[in-house]
């Protein structure tokens, strides 16, 4: 049997410069339930969507406060977050009773960054199998980083992390000059639920039971809304399942539905299948690689 | 490539029988799809830029700085790896802080180099590490003047005039050799370097970029490293796309005058 010789520690690069482990650390992140960011000028929205191991199981926490105007929301392990998270936490309290300020969220950001590129050169250690979206407001403004286990730290004005993100991306991308332009927190929250709408798989709806919605910025310390609370939030929203599963019910129930609605969900289906087919491709380049150095092996 | 399937290039560290250290040129190899950085030394300081290659309009522009300040006076860019590149950087604070707080004077840039070579090095000698994957190109001014200096991932470091490196580099080392290191002056050489950049994305045209440029100069920045001014940078862009449009026109003339 063939075997990818390079792929077995995050100390080995492959013959075209390649950290496989470092690589299967970042398909960790998308094992994890979607979170979605977005920033307006003097907010930062962050929303996830959280999953139960069993029907009475309770749900996993996805989104952690940080300190007064600091929190992360995560995908992939969330042990690894916690680690990630406490080490933020002690930075936040170090930063206050040193410098008497709160840390700034590019500090933090890079406080861990540089943690997790630590794993990624040295033996022993396996690189953080989680991916975080950071969001903050400081001294200068609101902000908000996708952090990844290779160690890189990102700025980003909207970003979706974890599985099927990438349809909560296209959503934030299509909405870009709105998210931007609006100085409504309100408005702010239904962009951020409506992109993770998008990420939900068939039969999944956004309840209060599975949903979290965070919010952070100007005279608004960080406040995470769960259970209850998320209500007030969803019922701004026009529908609470994903627009390609509704294509299905319009065809079935509703065939008098508003024409616009139905071509809309059209695009959108099919915008999701190239998506689909595009993801496909990229998991081919993924696999296709070893394959090369594996074919070069055999020689 | 011969190397795979020996079983040398399995481990850092380790020798080929004809003497090489596989790993290590593997590193490169991570470094050689990285957006392109170049160097220019200048009469009266130094000009860093680099191609940041932009993956999604989702990103904030203007943010996620890839020039970086080593000491007040040293500035560094790189391709390859960006957390080892913030590595690399943050050793090279350590070091500059450490030589300040013992001798009560900022470092020298060869003496920084020296040092940061011996760090990269040390990563080429154990199994329990990998060579750094970026190569650095740091600039600074000293008593001595401006130096340039170009390190990478077997610790190597060299002195420069004009360095590039990343993706476009074959290009933008081509166009560097064309420049008058003698005469040309910091605000002369942050213009020839956003054309520089502007040439060497040619290959890599279907993605958009962001330009950063910083400098070091005794007239301009008494002697800090610092960003170049917004207009300063906006002014160069265009020029840079300028340039292009002119020699793109003189291409079609050509084949025209061919047909």
């Known amino acids: ?299 | 490539m011969t190397s795979i399937g020996t079983g040398y290039d399995l481990s850092n560290s380790v020798f080929s029988p004809d003497g090489r250290n596989f790993q290590v040129e593997y590193a490169m190899k991570a470094v050689e799809n990285g957006g392109t950085s170049i160097g220019i030394k200048c009469k009266d300081g130094i000009v860093l830029a680099v191609e940041k290659i932009i993956n999604s309009k989702l990103l904030v522009p203007g943010k996620n700085k890839r020039i970086q300040t080593i000491d007040k006076h040293i500035g560094v860019v790189y391709s390859g790896l960006l957390p080892d590149g913030r590595h690399f950087v943050n050793r090279g604070r350590d070091e500059a802080q450490t030589f300040k707080s013992f001798y009560k004077t900022p470092i020298s840039v060869p003496h920084l180099m020296d040092r940061l070579g011996i760090y990269v090095q040390n990563y080429t000698c154990y199994n329990s590490v990998r060579p750094f994957g970026v190569v650095s190109i740091v600039g600074g001014i000293d008593d001595d003047g401006p130096h340039l200096y170009m390190i990478e991932p077997s610790g190597a470091c060299w002195g420069y005039t004009g360095a590039a490196t990343g993706k476009g580099r074959q290009t933008a080392k081509s166009e560097l050799e064309k420049l008058d290191y003698e005469t040309i002056t910091v605000k002369e050489a942050v213009k020839t370097a956003a054309k520089i950049i502007h040439q060497a994305h040619e290959d890599n045209k279907d993605k958009d970029y962001e330009l950063e440029i910083s400098w070091i100069s005794l007239e301009e920045t008494k002697g800090r490293h610092e960003f170049i001014p917004e207009d300063l940078l906006a002014e160069a862009r265009k020029f840079a796309e300028e340039e292009d449009e002119e020699d793109e026109e003189e291409e079609e003339d050509d084949e025209e005058m061919e047909s």
């Open chain 1, 1 to 299: 049997m063939f075997r990818n010789n390079y792929d077995n520690d995050s100390v080995t690069y492959s013959p075209t410069g390649r950290l496989f482990q470092v690589e299967y650390a970042l398909e960790a992140i998308k094992q994890g339930s979607a979170a979605v960011g977005l920033v307006s000028k003097s907010h930062v929205v962050l929303a996830a969507l959280k999953r139960n191991a069993e029907e009475l199981g309770s749900y996993q926490k996805k989104i952690i406060k940080i300190d007064d105007h600091m929190g992360v929301a995560l995908a992939g392990l969330a042990p690894d977050a916690r680690v990630l998270s406490n080490f933020l936490r002690k930075q936040a309290m170090s930063s206050k009773m040193i410098y008497n300020r709160p840390l700034s969220t590019s500090k933090a950001v890079l406080s861990i960054a540089d943690k997790a590129q630590e794993n990624t050169q040295s033996y022993g250690s396996r690189p953080y199998g989680v991916g975080l979206l950071i969001a903050g407001y400081d001294e200068t403004g609101a902000h908000l980083y996708e952090f990844q286990p290779s160690g890189s730290v990102l700025e980003y004005y909207g970003a979706a992390i974890g599985a099927r993100s990438q349809a909560g991306r296209t959503y934030l991308e299509r909405n870009l000059d709105t998210i931007l332009e609006t100085d409504s927190v309100e408005e702010l929250i239904v962009h951020g639920l409506n992109a993770l709408r998008d990420t939900l798989s068939q039969d999944v709806e956004l309840t209060f039971k599975n949903t979290s919605v965070s919010v952070v910025g100007k005279d608004s310390d960080f406040k995470i809304y769960d259970d209850e609370e998320v209500q007030q939030w969803l019922d701004k929203l026009d529908s609470v399942s994903n627009a390609r599963n509704r294509a299905g019910d319009d065809d079935a129930d509703d065939n008098n539905e508003n024409q616009e609605t139905t071509e809309e969900t059209t695009t959108t289906t099919e915008a999701a299948t190239t998506e689909e087919a595009s993801n496909d491709d990229n998991a081919n380049e993924a696999t296709d690689a070893p394959a090369e150095d594996r074919m070069e092996t055999d020689e």
